[in-house]
């Protein structure tokens, strides 16, 4: 850029020129003895009708005198300021003053200053309500909120696929809960890049706007959230910074209910926005620091805004105009209709039940806006509402769901790709809808090929709700209101410590098996004993009863209802810790992520023993819809490497527990392997009998700090812990520092 161009031009004497940071232009600052200007040039021809358009609405806003705006200068003689360079991309340039100040960016963000940035941009938007142009009204720009779809072609270049998870769900919520109020908001133009770098302050005031570049037409509360996502940024307490913009914006132009329950969920959509732009421009120049700077900053205040509970923040927004927030929904109201509607067997986990409405990944979130960590909830196994899972199914359900009866490749897809997960020789599987009625129809199997009945059981085993289920079942039928064990049932006992042939437990188990005089079907039992109080089997110890069991005729199945999909971290299925091959496997809960789908796999020898002529047809099992969203959670489990994850994070956690035993002396024992944990406790070091008591403090008292666990073992004093796999390491040192706090307050 040469001086002599601005003499001729605009009959400036120009002493120095310097290039400035610009994105869609090149920008320089030109600076004389009386004037500081900045001079754009664009090299693409195609965007001067809306540099020209930019240019009017500077003038326009110019008039305003509460915030200033760069001015366009005209050239020597003319009302035109836009010089034509008559190259071969007929490049053109734009002269405009340079305003003075502290960027927002780089000032102390006070209550004082973010309450006046929300007036300055009310005022702002108050003043661009009353201007139009038709090249600004027919711009399309995917910075633009409402455009957030044209950044789905991003999506792709995200290469850590838990952010990109959380990307997705963003997006998905904002289809979900946006999208279907769109047509209500208030629409005009906007400036719409009120990021730090574009606002200017003067003592402790916003001052000015910079940079109208992305200037359109959108729902006026969008403004508000890009303000508000760029102010959050490394922000302690992000919602104490937006509530000062939003009163401020409040104080000139009142902001609607509607709006604030929306402004949640745009502002994840601007900072995925962000990020999808910050992945694509690395992918193109991955070299160049330009751009992604905010990226780190804004990632993390993703991360932290999937804790923050969308009711919480929805509520304080609104709060914080004085709008009062009328929960629909009470929780004592739902408590008597529920004592109504159900028997009292259906029991509510605490005391003081909570009313879930939403919930995301580890997070859940009650109605009256508080976040939980689910530290319990093993069912949605990849995390709650896992956009992965949920658009298959929404996908899937709008195009077809029908019953095996007839011939579909979703179904042929999801068989192939769970079997090729087992050893080739359990290659048949029958798809059902719960853990039970996977139980059931094992059990149905076992006995159809052995043609014996009896079963061998595992001491406090549980295996499901139905008859069958309840009758292999030693922790139901043996426990309050159960009918007992059936003759045709033969328990053997837990294992613990080492196991060996001259382990009492090791003698019991070959009496019992020894002492069954008819032949048996089969033995049931989990590699992880989850009612026993997750306890896990001694080594070698499957390998020891399933040869007793085939030696009696039986055949051995392994119930990896809770134990499956890598759980465990170190393998795929509990079995594999025994190194031993069933003969029937039984999984459910995780399958789904929550959509009742389960599955028996099984040996071709037991299937064809079950093909008598009698037809097995389950009117839900397998269906399309279910087999897409089986089908989506090996993905994502695959994606995001959860076995792995389960295992470091799990290793972690445990490393953890075991100091903390050695600190307090009322745990137990620390067991389980990689997201399949518990955590016993008992009366103290001379005193090992279970703490029944303590457990249930413990459990109560993490709910009170919005953490959810849950107790079991035969004397429920083992604390169970078997979140959904996407459970952090800060999720894990948040558990232990409020495990630890209890603790110390319990004495
Ligand atoms: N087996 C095991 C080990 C289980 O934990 C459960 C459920 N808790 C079942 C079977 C039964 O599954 P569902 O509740 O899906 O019927």
Not at 643 to 662: S, T, V, W
Request: glycine share 6%; charged share 20%; with cysteine.
């Amino acid at each position: 850029m040469n001086k002599e161009i601005f003499k001729e031009h605009y009959g400036l004497s120009v002493s120095d020129i310097s290039t400035l940071e610009g994105y869609g232009s090149k920008n320089y600052k030109i600076s004389g003895p009386s004037f500081l200007y900045v001079f754009k040039w664009y090299e693409d021809s195609n965007e001067r009708a809306l540099i020209e358009a930019e240019n009017e609405l500077l003038c326009f806003l110019s008039e305003e005198n509460s915030f200033d705006v760069p001015v366009p200068i005209h050239m020597k003689d003319s009302k035109n300021s836009m010089l034509s360079f008559n190259d071969e991309h007929e490049s053109f340039g734009r002269l405009i003053s340079f305003l003075d100040g502290e960027f927002l960016k780089n000032v102390e963000h006070t209550e004082e200053l973010l309450f006046s940035f929300g007036r300055s941009l009310a005022r702002l938007n108050l003043k661009l309500k009353h201007f139009n142009h038709p090249v600004i009204l027919a711009r399309q720009l995917d910075w633009d909120i409402q455009n957030f779809c044209l950044n789905e072609k991003y999506f792709n270049d995200i290469n850590c696929p838990s952010q990109k998870a959380l990307v997705e769900y963003f997006y998905l919520q904002y289809n979900e809960v946006v999208l279907p109020n769109f047509h209500q908001l208030r629409k005009q133009l906007i400036h719409c890049d009120a990021n730090t770098d574009n606002v200017l302050v003067d003592k402790n005031k916003v001052s000015g706007f910079i940079d109208f570049g992305d200037i359109v037409y959108s729902p006026l509360i969008n403004e508000v959230a890009i303000a508000c996502a760029y102010v959050a940024l490394d922000k302690k307490s992000p919602i104490e910074s937006i509530i000062s913009i939003i009163k401020g914006y409040h104080s000139v132009t009142e902001l609607q209910e509607l709006e604030l329950d929306m402004l949640y969920y745009l502002i994840a959509a601007r900072l995925c926005i962000s990020v999808c732009h910050s992945a694509h421009f690395k992918k193109l120049n991955p070299d160049s620091q330009y751009i992604t700077t905010s990226e780190k900053s804004a990632w993390e205040l993703l991360f932290k805004w999937l804790a923050i509970s969308p009711i919480y923040a929805a509520q304080q927004f609104k709060k914080s105009v004085g709008l009062h927030t009328v929960s629909h929904t009470s929780i004592s109201r739902e408590t008597d209709r529920r004592s109504a509607y159900f028997c009292k067997s259906l029991s509510l986990t605490y005391s003081q039940p909570i009313m879930i409405e939403k919930a995301a990944f580890q997070y859940m979130y009650d109605s009256c806006g508080n976040t939980y960590l689910d530290i319990y909830n093993n069912i949605p196994h990849v995390g709650h509402s896992h956009p992965t899972v949920v658009k298959a199914g929404q996908r899937q359900m709008a195009k077809l769901n029908t019953n095996t009866r007839y011939l579909y490749p979703e179904l042929n897809n999801y068989a192939e790709r769970l079997l090729s997960k087992f050893p080739i020789n359990l290659n048949k599987v029958f798809f059902v809808n719960s853990g039970s009625a996977a139980t059931d129809l094992a059990l149905r199997l076992a006995r159809v090929h052995t043609k014996a009945k009896d079963i061998v059981v595992m001491e406090h085993g549980y295996h499901g709700n139905t008859q069958a289920a309840v009758n292999v079942s030693h922790y139901k039928y043996n426990r309050k209101g159960g009918e007992g064990k059936k003759n045709y049932i033969h328990e053997i006992p837990l294992p613990k410590g080492d196991y060996s042939s001259h382990n009492p437990v090791h003698q019991t188990l070959m009496q019992t098996i020894d002492a069954i005089d008819s032949t048996v079907a089969a033995f049931i039992c989990e590699p992880v004993v989850g009612c026993g109080g997750q306890v896990p089997l001694p080594k070698s110890f499957l390998s020891h009863v399933y040869q007793q069991v085939r030696k009696k005729g039986g055949v051995c199945i392994s119930d990896e209802v809770q134990t499956g999909f890598g759980r465990l971290g170190d393998v795929f299925w509990g079995y594999e810790l025994q190194e031993v091959v069933p003969d029937i496997v039984i999984l459910g809960k995780p399958m789904g992520n929550g959509h009742p789908i389960s599955a028996v796999v099984t040996t071709t020898e037991i299937a064809e023993s079950f093909e008598n002529g009698m037809e097995f047809f389950s009117s839900f099992g397998g269906n399309t819809v279910s087999c897409a969203i089986g089908n989506a959670v090996l993905d994502v489990i695959e994606n995001e490497e959860l076995q792995i994850h389960a295992k470091n994070i799990g290793d972690y956690l445990r490393e953890n527990l075991e100091k903390l035993k050695k600190r307090f002396t009322h745990i137990g024992e620390v067991r389980g392997s990689g997201l399949f944990l518990g955590i016993e406790f008992i009366n103290g070091p001379k005193n090992h009998s279970p703490n029944t008591q303590l457990a249930n403090h413990i459990k109560n008292q993490l709910k009170e700090k919005f953490i959810l666990v849950g107790t079991d073992g035969p004397y429920d004093n083992v604390i169970k812990i078997k979140p959904p796999m996407c459970f952090s390491k800060e999720n894990a040192d948040l558990f232990i520092k409020s495990l630890t706090e209890i603790l110390e307050s319990t004495g």
